[in-house]
């Protein structure tokens, strides 16, 4: 059985810091790339952040700067770290993960096996 187990994230200030853990089971961890999408209410899932088992990373325009993606094969898990964070990155956080996707198509959720539970990321003062 495949699991996706996300921990991390709550409520953070504008301009701070917040870092998501995805820890996967039942999975060969080095064959899937591993994303971060998110979902604000009354919006689309979208894609924020992508890499595979060579650290090849790819990301959306809009964190640009500010998200990095880390993953870790003996832990088999994934880090994104958040910074500079603004209230238009408040959203639920989904790990997810591919072995499917090519480089083109990283940001299409359609290409995603498994997915985590998500998580709440709120920015607000």
């Known amino acids: 059985q495949v699991q996706l187990i996300q921990s991390g994230g709550g409520l953070v200030q504008p301009g701070g810091s917040l870092s998501l853990s995805c820890t996967t089971s039942?999975?060969?961890?080095?064959?899937?790339?591993m994303a971060w999408f998110r979902q604000a209410p009354g919006k689309e899932r979208e894609f924020v952040i992508a890499?595979?088992?060579?650290?090849?990373?790819q990301h959306s325009e809009s964190v640009r700067g500010r998200f990095t993606i880390s993953r870790d094969s003996a832990k088999n898990s994934v880090l994104l770290q958040m910074n500079s964070l603004k209230p238009d990155d408040t959203a639920v956080y989904y790990c997810?993960?591919?072995?499917?996707?090519?480089?083109?198509?990283?940001?299409?959720?359609?290409?995603?096996?498994?997915w985590g539970q998500g998580t709440q990321v709120t920015v607000s003062s």
């Open positions: 890499i595979n088992r060579n650290r090849q990373t």
């Open positions: 039942g999975l060969t961890f080095n064959r899937y790339i």
């Open positions: 997810a993960a591919s072995s499917r996707a090519i480089f083109s198509s990283w940001k299409d959720n359609q290409f995603y096996d498994y």
